[in-house]
């Protein structure tokens, strides 16, 4: 039995990655595991959601970027030994947010090379899929937390773009970075989209067996 494969939902505010992952999680059946990033359930995770939801509750960009990536390697191990069991593992966020998020910062010395630094050795998706979505600052909840301003969101797209296009191989970005475009379309149309992209690739890369790392 080949190892599962790790797939990850990802994009700006929003735009339906959690929607999205829990209805892929469940198409792909009860021996799929869905791991959410920033998780705050953790003790690392309770102090990322308060510096998100509580204006006053300040720590130094570096501190809270390090805190994000350390609840990554909270689970490092568990999602690799998910995957060699067999089971498919669909992350909600990952390294490219980030990344995205901490450089979007502009804080001197931040940039993405910094940021990246703290991820190195963590697996690298199978499959992600970015999810674009013109219409996501008009919806529910948008400017509850941190970092959910029309212009914020602006400079993380283009961090996430300089990040995909500069700094990941563009041979690995052709076969395993996928844009999905899902302005006006329902939540079940985009799940069509996130279904057809994850069968095929899961089609055409039954037999890797090698992990990627960042
Ligand atoms: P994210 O995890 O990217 O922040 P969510 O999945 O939480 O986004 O979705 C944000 C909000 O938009 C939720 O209220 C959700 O029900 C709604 N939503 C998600 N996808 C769609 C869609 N395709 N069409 C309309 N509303 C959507
Ligand atoms: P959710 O709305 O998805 O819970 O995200 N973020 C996330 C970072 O700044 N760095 C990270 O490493 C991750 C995973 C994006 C909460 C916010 O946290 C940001 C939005
Ligand atoms: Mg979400």
Redesign the pocket.
Known sequence: MGRGKLILIEGL??TG??TQAGKLAERLGPNSQLI???D?STKIGGL?NQY?TDPAFLLPDQA??LL??A??WEVAEEIKTHLLKGSNVVL????Y??????AAKGVPGLDLQWCLQSDVGLLKPDLTLFLTNQGSELRQGFGE????SSAFQQK?REQFSTFFNDFEDQSYKQAHIKVLETSDKSIEQVHDMVWSTTSAFMQEYADIQDFMYF
């Open positions: 505010d929003r990655k959690s959410k990033f920033p705050r990322i998100l809270i970027h994000f990536s609840n990554r909600d966020r990952y390294v947010s980030g990344v995205a998020y901490s937390e941190r970092y959910e993380v």
